[in-house]
C-alpha cells in the first residue's frame, strides 16, 4: 500500500456517508465536525493526518529492524555475481542493479553539524540544499525566526565512512532575502558562485553571490556580490555552461524569461503566457528549456533576439498540471519533467513524445525538485507528503520509498541529495536528507 494514499478508503461493503467517518476498529460511524481549529477532535484533515502518522511510524519501524526487501524478486548480489561472471548480464546492466541492491539496503544516520557560529548552529529549519557538481559542498537555504533565510555551504570532506561530520560556514554580512530558487554558477572556475532568487514583500531580487563568502579563510578579505537587481516575482534560475552564451543565467518570471549576461550586463526578455517555474540549460547547444504554470514546456535558442509572440519557441510538450521541475539527460535527447499532479513524464525531444512514466509521486500545489543520477540510474524525487521515492531509471520501476524522521507538515518536507561520491571522488556514496533542523546520511550497505 501507498503511504500517501488517503486514510478514508472506506471497505466495499461498508458505505460512505456525507458527513461521517467509519471507525473500522470501532464498527461505527462518527461525525466528522467541521472546520480546521484545536477544539474540533475530530475532522477529515486530523483523521488523515493520524493514518499517515501511523504509516509513517510502522515504515521508520521496518527500516530500523532491516525488513527492507528487495522490490524485484529473486534479485540478490550473489545471483548478480554468477550472472555476471556466467556473460548473462552486460557491465551497464550489473552495475545498475548492484545500485538497486544498495539502495534498498541503505540505513539512516544522523549527521553532526560544526559551525564556527556554535550559537545559532542546528536552530533553523533547512529549506534547500543544493550539491555543486561534484558534490564537495553542498549550499543550504535556512529558515530564521525573524523573517527572512540564512545561507551557508556545508564541506562534505569530513563525512566519512566511521565519523559522520561536516563542517558549515554561514555569512553573517550579507542581508538574506526568502529564497524561491538556487543555483551553482561557473564563473571564474567551476562552481565558483550562486544564482539565488528572493523574493521581498515587492519587489524581488537576482543575486550573484561569490561562493568565497562562505569560507573560514581570510575572513577580512569578503568579495562583494557580482549581480544583484530588483525584479518582479521569481520562481525559477539557471546557469549556462555552453561557451556560446558564456557568463550567462537565466531567471523565470512571471509571464517571462530573463537572460542576463553577468560580465556585460546585457538583458534579453522572452515574453510567455505564463508563469516559469523550472528552467535548464542545455550544454551541448545554448537553448534554455522551461516548465511552466500552464503546464507547457518549452525549450528557446538564446542567440536569437528578442521576439514578439510566440514564435521563437522551437520545442513545445505539454503537461496537464504546472511544471514544477524538468531535467535534461546527458545525451540531452531526454527530458523528465514532474507537475503539480504527481506525474513525472521522461520525454523524447527528437519525437516530442512521453516515452515513460514513474507513477507514485505526490504532489498538489508544492514546486517541488527531480534528481537524475543517470550514472547510477536512478530518479529520485521528495513528495508533499514528506516520503523521498527512488525509481529505476531504465524501466521506471519504484524501488524505494523513504518515511521523513519528522512528522509531515508543510514546513517540514525533506530536501536530498543523492551521490555515489559524496565529498568528492573519494567521498562516500549515499542520499543526504535535511528536514527541520536536521541533517541525516542513507548510506550504502
Known amino acids: 500500500e501507498d503511504p500517501s494514499s488517503s486514510s478514508l478508503t472506506q471497505n466495499s461493503v461498508v458505505p460512505e456517508l456525507p458527513g461521517f467517518y467509519y471507525d473500522s476498529e470501532k464498527n461505527r460511524y462518527f461525525r466528522l465536525l467541521p472546520g480546521h481549529n484545536n477544539y474540533n477532535p475530530l475532522t477529515k484533515e486530523s483523521i488523515q493526518y493520524k493514518a499517515m502518522e501511523h504509516k509513517r511510524l510502522r515504515l521508520l519501524e521496518e527500516e530500523e529492524k532491516q525488513k527492507k526487501k ?19 548480464l552486460s557491465s551497464p546492466s550489473y552495475c545498475r542493479l548492484v545500485h538497486e541492491l544498495k539502495v534498498n539496503c541503505m540505513q539512516r544516520r544522523k549527521i553532526e553539524i560544526h559551525s564556527p557560529d556554535s ?10 540544499i543544493v550539491a555543486d557538481v561534484a558534490c564537495e559542498r553542498i549550499f543550504t537555504v535556512n529558515d530564521v525566526e525573524h523573517g527572512g533565510c540564512k545561507y551557508g555551504i556545508i564541506n562534505l570532506s569530513g563525512l566519512g565512512k566511521e565519523s559522520l561530520t561536516v563542517e558549515m560556514y554561514d555569512n553573517l554580512y550579507f542581508t538574506n532575502r526568502k529564497v524561491n530558487s538556487v543555483c551553482w554558477a561557473s564563473l571564474t572556475h567551476p562552481d565558483s558562485h550562486l544564482c539565488l532568487m528572493g523574493i521581498a514583500e515587492t519587489p524581488g531580487c537576482a543575486s550573484l553571490l561569490p561562493a568565497s563568502l562562505f569560507s573560514s579563510t581570510n575572513p577580512g578579505d569578503r568579495p562583494g556580490m557580482l549581480c544583484s537587481f530588483k525584479i518582479s516575482t521569481a ?6 555552461l555552453n561557451p556560446q552564451a558564456d557568463n550567462c543565467f537565466s531567471t523565470g518570471l512571471t509571464r517571462r524569461v530573463l537572460v542576463t549576461n553577468v560580465v556585460t550586463g546585457h538583458r534579453q526578455t522572452f515574453g510567455t503566457s505564463s508563469d516559469v517555474l523550472a528552467q535548464q540549460f542545455a550544454t551541448q547547444t545554448p537553448v534554455l528549456y522551461n516548465g511552466c504554470r500552464s503546464g507547457e514546456i518549452f525549450s528557446v ?38 507537475d503539480m499532479a504527481g506525474k513525472i513524464k521522461l520525454w523524447d525531444l527528437r519525437a516530442a513524445k512521453c516515452v515513460k512514466q514513474y507513477k507514485g509521486h505526490h504532489n498538489e500545489y508544492a514546486i517541488l525538485p527531480l534528481h537524475v543520477n543517470e550514472e547510477e540510474g536512478l530518479l529520485t524525487a521528495v513528495g508533499q507528503d514528506c516520503y523521498t521515492r527512488i525509481w529505476s531509471l531504465q524501466d521506471a520501476h519504484l524501488l524505494r520509498t523513504i518515511p521523513s524522521p519528522h512528522p509531515a507538515s508543510k514546513d517540514a518536507i525533506p530536501s536530498v541529495v543523492f551521490s555515489s561520491r559524496l565529498g568528492g571522488s573519494r567521498g562516500v556514496p549515499g542520499l543526504l536528507m535535511a528536514v527541520k533542523q536536521d541533517l541525516y546520511h542513507f548510506s550504502y550497505n
Open 70 to 88: 528487495t522490490t524485484r524478486p529473486g534479485l540478490n548480489s550473489s545471483m548478480l555475481l554468477q550472472k555476471r561472471q556466467l556473460g548473462l
Open 119 to 128: 550559537s545559532v548552529a542546528g536552530t533553523n529549519n533547512f529549506k534547500i
Open 235 to 240: 520562481w525559477s534560475c539557471a546557469w549556462c
Open 301 to 338: 535558442d538564446v542567440r536569437q533576439r528578442n521576439r514578439k509572440g510566440q514564435s521563437w519557441k522551437a520545442i513545445r510538450l505539454f503537461h496537464d498540471s504546472a511544471v514544477t521541475s524538468i531535467r535534461l539527460l546527458e545525451a540531452e535527447h531526454y527530458l523528465m519533467a514532474a
